[in-house]
């Protein structure tokens, strides 16, 4: 006791400045790579450290527990512990509970930063029941990694609306309105290869002829004019198990038309791409 008492004296005598709030989140990472979900929340003054920790976040073993420990400026570390349970979703008896004691330290550069270290974990009567490693990122900095991956999220979904898949049988005039100046034409068999062929013509101009669909997709590229363009799919062999069925993805710089052909031997669909 007595020699706490020093320590504590010795910190306080040697650490004279304004409080700091700290926000962390992170995992905790047990010796056989289980990961933990882990944040903290503490204030550090004259280098004592008061606040709390959660574990299990979001889960019904969800648990808070009081931490108190030292800040050390010079080699920018922190000795911390959990010290009580202040509650829990779990149901688990109290003296079940594993309370951990940490050896963490700031690092990188220019605000970027996080805790890093190691911690032991001890029950009630002192036993281990736990060890591994931290590692911890500021709260604001991870929420604000959220908010760009949702706002790049958000523009991929306006960039890459799909329309309804289109079923088009033998004869059928469809119409689709264009934005960007080029065309791109994805044309495969996604059922058994069964060796259906079509003809493939683009404004007059045959791109595909009597070509085999595979499962694997074949990409076609076609810059177009103004107004109206034609696009033909015929169909030059039913293959096997007629009709000739195939998945054609038409794509605008930012909608898919994803359609589907059925057709017998011989017989053909439109689709009027309009610019």
Same mark, same amino acid.
């Not at 069925?245 to 038409?250: A, D, G, K, P, R």
């Given at each position: 006791m007595r020699n706490t008492l020093t320590l504590i004296f010795f910190i306080l005598s040697n650490f004279v400045y304004s409080q700091n709030t700290f926000s962390y989140l992170g995992t905790l990472l047990l010796g056989n790579n289980t990961p933990i979900s882990f944040s903290m929340e503490f204030q550090e003054k004259n280098g004592i450290v008061n606040g709390y920790s959660v =574990?299990?976040?979001? =889960?019904?073993?969800?648990?808070?527990?009081?931490?108190?420990?030292? *800040? #050390?400026?010079? !080699?920018? &570390? #922190?000795?911390?512990?959990?010290?009580?349970? @202040?509650?829990?979703?779990?149901? %688990? %008896?109290?003296? =079940? #509970?594993? *309370?951990?004691?940490?050896?963490?330290?700031?690092k990188g550069k220019f605000g970027s930063k996080r805790l890093e270290g190691t911690f032991t974990g001890n029950f009630l009567d002192s036993t281990e029941c736990a060890s591994g490693k931290i590692v911890l990122m500021e709260s604001a900095k991870i929420e604000r990694k959220i908010k760009k991956i949702k706002k790049k999220i958000e523009k991929k979904r306006e960039k890459g609306k799909i329309e309804t898949t289109q079923i088009l049988k033998d004869g059928v005039d469809f119409t689709i309105n264009w934005e960007s100046n080029k065309l791109e034409l994805f044309i495969w068999d996604a059922n058994k290869e069964d060796g259906d062929k079509i003809q493939l013509t683009?404004?007059?101009?045959?791109?595909l002829d009597d070509f085999e669909t595979k499962n694997k997709q074949k990409k076609v590229? *076609?810059?177009?004019?103004?107004?109206?363009?034609?696009? !033909?799919?015929? &169909?030059?062999? &039913?293959? =096997?198990?007629?009709?000739?069925?195939?998945?054609?993805?038409?794509?605008?710089?930012?909608t898919k038309h994803p359609i589907i052909t059925? @057709?017998?031997?011989?017989?053909?669909v439109i689709i009027k791409v309009v610019k």
């Open positions: =574990t299990n976040i979001n =889960t019904p073993d969800e648990t808070k527990s009081k931490i108190s420990g030292l *800040y #050390f400026k010079n !080699e920018k &570390s #922190f000795q911390l512990q959990e010290t009580q349970i @202040l509650s829990t979703q779990s149901e %688990a %008896a109290l003296n =079940t #509970f594993c *309370y951990i004691n940490m050896t963490l330290s700031l683009i404004n007059g101009n045959i791109i590229k *076609y810059k177009l004019q103004k107004g109206e363009n034609i696009i !033909e799919i015929k &169909s030059t062999n &039913s293959g =096997t198990s007629p009709p000739n069925t195939s998945h054609i993805e038409l794509v605008d710089s930012h059925q @057709l017998e031997l011989g017989k053909l």
